[in-house]
């Protein structure tokens, strides 16, 4: 946190196990869940959003991301930059938000 501001490290989507779901989609909504739950931690919420950095090991998946980001972010949606990498761990998915602190 600095200046009013709440910023993430890479949140990927694990279990409550620590484990990498098996489905693509339960990757990202955890790793989304992740994200909220760490916001909310610091005086912030999912709303609060100012701009997100998304990573997709494999960008043929993009509409399935897509249409759960969009589900789960509300609008007004903030700035997004989405690409293709390389992640560790065999992760598919990893997500790096900035967002105001509420209040």
Do not use: W
């Not at 959003?49 to 998304?54: I, M, N, T």
């Amino acid at each position: 946190m600095a200046n009013g501001l709440v910023f993430t490290s890479g949140k990927v989507g694990v279990d409550e196990h620590g484990r990498r779901p098996e489905a693509f989609g339960d990757e990202v909504k955890a790793a989304i869940a992740d994200l909220e739950d760490t916001l909310r931690a610091h005086g912030s919420q999912l709303s609060a959003l100012l701009q997100v950095h998304c990573i997709l090991s494999d960008m043929s998946r993009f509409a399935e991301f897509d249409e759960i980001y969009r589900e789960r972010i509300p609008a007004p949606m903030p700035p997004r930059f989405t690409h293709g990498g390389e992640l560790v761990e065999d992760f598919r998915f990893e997500i790096v938000a900035i967002a105001s602190v509420l209040g």
